[in-house]
């Protein structure tokens, strides 16, 4: 965990996964690095907020595979899942549901699906593609600690590469072009 600039009530905290994706981002804005995974950035904006540093939002940008093809550019996300939880077997086994979707907004837009598996085996993505667009391996996590913590969030994803063989080489490959579209996005729509 990195923070980059300092957190305050009147502006965003922009949360990335890694320096790579954050490249071209300046620094008009505090950054959190969390590394990868849901435990990472869980763990650290956990900890910031547990700070008592509160932003006006969280904005979390990053990479993310198409689960279908047809996807690509820059996406805010209006709904996100948690997809290897096996929500069904515990909401039976505790009475109580862990890892349902939340919703982040009511327009049009892509379902992000979240896990700690970096995808790149086809059966995968066609078992995900049948309940999301897209898929990362921090967008949940993140959500759902802003929301226990009573802060906005927004995802905003770039499609790095078609979840699937050869994904980790093409997000090699493409990192560095996401992350100027990314720049691009939070310059027009951050606040």
Same mark, same amino acid.
């Given at each position: 965990?990195?923070?980059?600039?300092?957190?305050?009530?009147?502006?965003?905290?922009?949360?990335?996964?890694?320096?790579?994706?954050?490249?071209?981002?300046?620094?008009?804005? =505090?950054? @959190?690095? +969390? &590394?990868?995974?849901? $435990?990472?950035?869980? #763990? *650290?904006?956990?900890?910031?907020?547990?700070?008592?540093?509160?932003?006006?939002?969280?904005?979390?940008?990053?990479?993310?595979?198409?689960?279908?093809?047809?996807?690509?550019?820059?996406?805010?996300?209006?709904?996100?899942?948690?997809?290897?939880?096996?929500?069904?077997?515990?909401?039976?086994?505790?009475?109580?549901?862990?890892?349902?979707?939340?919703?982040?907004?009511?327009?049009?837009? =892509?379902? @992000?699906? +979240? &896990?700690?598996?970096? $995808?790149?085996?086809? #059966? *995968?993505?066609?078992?995900?593609?049948?309940?999301?667009?897209?898929?990362?391996?921090?967008?949940?996590?993140?959500?759902?600690?802003?929301?226990?913590?009573?802060?906005?969030?927004?995802?905003?994803?770039?499609?790095?590469?078609?979840?699937?063989?050869?994904?980790?080489?093409?997000?090699?490959?493409?990192?560095?072009?996401?992350?100027?579209?990314?720049?691009?996005?939070?310059?027009?729509?951050?606040?």
């Amino acid at each position: 965990m990195r923070l980059l600039g300092t957190i305050s009530p009147d502006r965003p905290l922009i949360v990335v996964a890694v320096q790579e994706e954050a490249a071209y981002l300046g620094e008009r804005l =505090p950054v @959190l690095f +969390t &590394g990868i995974g849901k $435990v990472n950035a869980a #763990a *650290a904006l956990a900890t910031v907020l547990a700070r008592g540093e509160r932003p006006s939002e969280i904005v979390n940008l990053g990479t993310a595979g198409a689960l279908r093809p047809g996807w690509e550019g820059t996406h805010e996300v209006v709904e996100v899942l948690q997809h290897d939880i096996d929500t069904p077997v515990l909401r039976e086994l505790t009475g109580r549901t862990y890892g349902a979707a939340i919703t982040l907004s009511d327009r049009k837009g =892509p379902t @992000l699906a +979240t &896990g700690d598996l970096f $995808v790149s085996d086809p #059966a *995968a993505r066609d078992r995900l593609a049948l309940s999301a667009d897209l898929v990362d391996m921090e967008g949940y996590a993140l959500a759902t600690v802003a929301r226990q913590a009573g802060v906005p969030v927004r995802l905003v994803k770039h499609v790095s590469d078609e979840a699937g063989t050869g994904a980790a080489r093409t997000w090699r490959e493409s990192v560095d072009a996401c992350a100027r579209e990314l720049a691009d996005w939070a310059r027009e729509q951050v606040r």
